[in-house]
């Protein structure tokens, strides 16, 4: 193997070998209420009922007409779904829900601080606030269908609201999550084209004020720098009546929502009927480049997956109040907060703080108080809960029927604590792998039908066919405890439509690996490559150990090591940067910082908080680098190519293999010896 070669190396070839964790059965008080516990769900969506199957899943939602084609592949892979069909996704979130459920609790927002109550906000409400809020959209700012608006809006009731009010005219919206930076926010604006920024003046996070309208001014200054020019810029207010920015309101160009929408109060405008195939909202996601794709979801299709497997894996129905501790900024939030949990009419809890505010019992104390039976968060909120407070679930007198993992993989440790102490034995664990590009879960176990093992996501879901590919696109047969990448054979409704502006990426990034005939118009040509390694044991249940690409997770938070390096490169004084993922007890990884400078840079004192500041102001606090090391050279081979995983290893303390091929192997115990000092 050349030196080149070696560095194409994926995570996913080497072999991994762990212990085979022992299967737990699903307690038998949750299987036997069960919305899934008839096992002729995997004959009605095995391959022989391909693409029919998702009929039923369609049928969940209430159609203006029917479809008349279920999946058309004419170009692939630009599969559509449920052609000919209309609907609009805040009717079948909402208004649908009106006759029977008119007062039930739609949302339930709990604010950070326990001074401060809870908020539910019944269906009948959340019809009201969601009209008012489309009439401001149209009437106000002018936006119509197919247009893109976008949100800059922390966990607040005024998000989904503001989701829907966009939907139900047929608006495309783009959330960006709150912990981005303005600079992130604007990028997103310039690539949507978007010149309507929706905001609020303020939020609470950890005991402490954000002040949200100071950032927004500097979406505006950037999305301009970027030829952009914001038109409007909506703020909610945190406190009825009361501005808590700091930031003065530009006239013109700032407008306080309730102030706007006191015209329409009382107001209601029909909802517009929309292709099955009409974009339904965007999500910028990190993938290899330095670029962000807004990954595109449509209507028909995505609300259909999202609605079947909302009812399907969590066990939702309209008695249960369902709390899925994240973020609606990601996709998680927007599948598992807003439209599965609504078009299923249940009540979906909202917490707008951070896990351990005001101690590591509030979690539990927020499940005990609304009577939350189903609960759904990331492995990084179990470990950081688990450390903090081990003892903490037993005092509460909350009762889990179900609790869903998403996001990582989980470590088995932090899945039995999980399931001893914070499901007390009493609920099913479902761990659901899955990404922004595809819409809802791709693997988890059926809760009530099949055993769970830790550490595992589990078998594909009804009418998903994963599949395991080694690098030459030969199938890695389960039982060989020999990773790949994992890919999936079908096309399925929650796919996402394109990458906003972009199909060449998109068929390249996701299709082109795998493809057997570029002209091929059948589905079974064009698996999907996902970009995770996996592995699958012998009973076909998938372990996800990570991407194979340029892209980490932080705490369950998706960012690309090129937007960090690129970030990092705006210091003038650094020539080259790598960034790696340092594996974290808590976190899952961290981003680190590797730079050489450039010649005549002499070392300055302070230069390594210099490039965290730089990192944060281009990306968001999220990024972060733990640590920066100014080095005298980054490791490479001999065609240039930086060994990022040599220089991951060094971090997390391993073995950095043999390095003899590269142009500059004795840097590399430099390194070491410098890393390991600190
Ligand atoms: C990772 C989040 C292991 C995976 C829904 C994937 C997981 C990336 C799991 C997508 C899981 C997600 N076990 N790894 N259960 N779920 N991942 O787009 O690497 O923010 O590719 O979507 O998270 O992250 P994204």
Not at 109 to 138: C, G, H, I, M
Not at 605 to 624: C, H, M, Q, S, T
């Amino acid at each position: 193997m050349t030196a080149d070669t070696e560095a194409e190396v994926s995570e996913a070839q080497i072999a991994v070998h762990w212990k085979e964790e022992p299967l737990i059965e699903p307690p038998r008080s949750f299987v036997k209420q069960a919305n899934v516990s008839d096992p002729s769900v995997f004959e009605r969506f095995s391959e022989k009922n391909f693409p029919q199957c998702f009929e039923e899943y369609a049928d969940l939602l209430s159609w203006d007409s029917r479809w008349h084609t279920v999946l058309d592949t004419g170009r692939p892979p630009f599969w559509k779904w449920f052609v000919g069909g209309k609907l609009n996704a805040s009717y079948n979130a909402v208004d649908r829900h009106l006759p029977k459920h008119r007062n039930k609790a739609a949302l339930i927002w709990v604010p950070e601080s326990e001074d401060e109550a809870a908020q539910a906000v019944t269906y009948q409400e959340l019809y009201n606030r969601v009209n008012e809020f489309a009439l401001v959209l149209k009437e106000f700012a002018g936006l119509n269908a197919g247009d893109r608006v976008t949100f800059h809006l922390p966990m607040v009731p005024e998000l989904p609201i503001s989701m829907l009010a966009a939907a139900r005219l047929g608006i495309i919206h783009n959330q960006v999550f709150g912990g981005f930076s303005a600079r992130a926010c604007a990028e997103r604006m310039e690539d949507s084209k978007s010149t309507v920024l929706v905001t609020i003046d303020g939020y609470y996070r950890n005991g402490g004020l954000i002040d949200k309208k100071k950032e927004a001014d500097v979406t505006v200054e950037e999305a301009e720098k970027l030829g952009i020019e914001v038109e409007k810029v909506l703020v909610w207010r945190r406190h009825p009546g009361k501005y808590i920015s700091r930031s003065p309101m530009v006239e013109g160009r700032d407008f306080f929502v309730d102030e706007v929408a006191r015209p329409f109060r009382g107001r209601t405008i029909a909802p517009t009927s929309m292709d099955a195939e009409a974009p339904l909202f965007l999500m910028y996601t990190s993938g290899s480049t330095g670029k962000p794709k807004g990954i595109q979801h449509r209507t028909g299709g995505y609300l259909a997956y999202v609605a079947g497997t909302t009812k399907f894996v969590q066990d939702l129905r309209p008695e249960d109040v369902y709390w899925c501790f994240a973020d609606i900024g990601w996709i998680t939030g927007h599948s598992y907060i807003v439209y599965g949990p609504l078009t299923n009419a249940a009540t979906s809890v909202m917490y707008e703080g951070v896990p351990l505010y005001p101690d590591p019992g509030r979690p539990w104390r927020i499940a005990e108080r609304l009577g939350v039976n189903i609960f759904h968060t990331a492995p990084t909120t179990i470990r950081m809960l688990r450390k903090a407070g081990p003892d903490e679930p037993s005092k509460y007198h909350y009762r889990f029927k179900a609790m869903t993992t998403v996001g990582e993989p989980i470590e088995p440790e932090a899945w039995r604590w999980y399931y001893e102490v914070v499901g007390k034995k009493e609920a099913v664990i479902t761990d659901t792998w899955w990404q922004t590009e595809t819409g809802g879960f791709l693997c988890s176990t059926m809760p009530a039908l099949a055993p769970m093992k830790p550490g595992s996501a589990g078998p594909g879901m009804p009418g998903i066919y994963p599949v395991i590919y080694d690098e030459n696109g030969a199938e890695v047969p389960p039982g060989q405890n020999r990773a790949g990448n994992i890919c999936i054979r079908n096309p399925w409704p929650g796919i996402m439509q394109t990458i906003w502006g972009d199909p060449d990426r998109f068929v390249s990034v996701y299709y082109s690996k795998y493809n057997r005939d570029g002209q091929s118009k059948d589905w079974h040509d064009w698996p999907y490559f996902a970009g995770d390694g996996a592995v699958q044991a012998a009973d076909g249940y998938f372990r996800i150990v990570g991407r194979v690409d340029d892209v980490i997770k932080v705490a369950g938070h998706r960012l690309g090591t090129k937007e960090i390096e690129n970030a990092v490169l705006t210091t003038p004084e650094v020539a080259e940067a790598a960034a790696i993922a340092m594996e974290d007890e808590l976190r899952g990884h961290v981003p680190v910082v590797y730079v050489a400078l450039k010649p005549g840079s002499a070392l300055m004192k302070g230069l390594e908080d210099v490039i965290k500041g730089n990192v944060v102001r281009e990306l968001g606090p999220i990024a972060r680098p733990r640590f920066v090391y100014v080095v005298p050279d980054l490791p490479k081979t001999r065609s240039g190519k930086i060994m990022r995983r040599v220089l991951a290893s060094i971090s997390d303390r391993k073995d950095y293999g043999d390095v003899t091929t590269l142009a500059n192997p004795d840097v590399v115990e430099t390194i070491r010896k410098q890393v390991q000092a600190t």
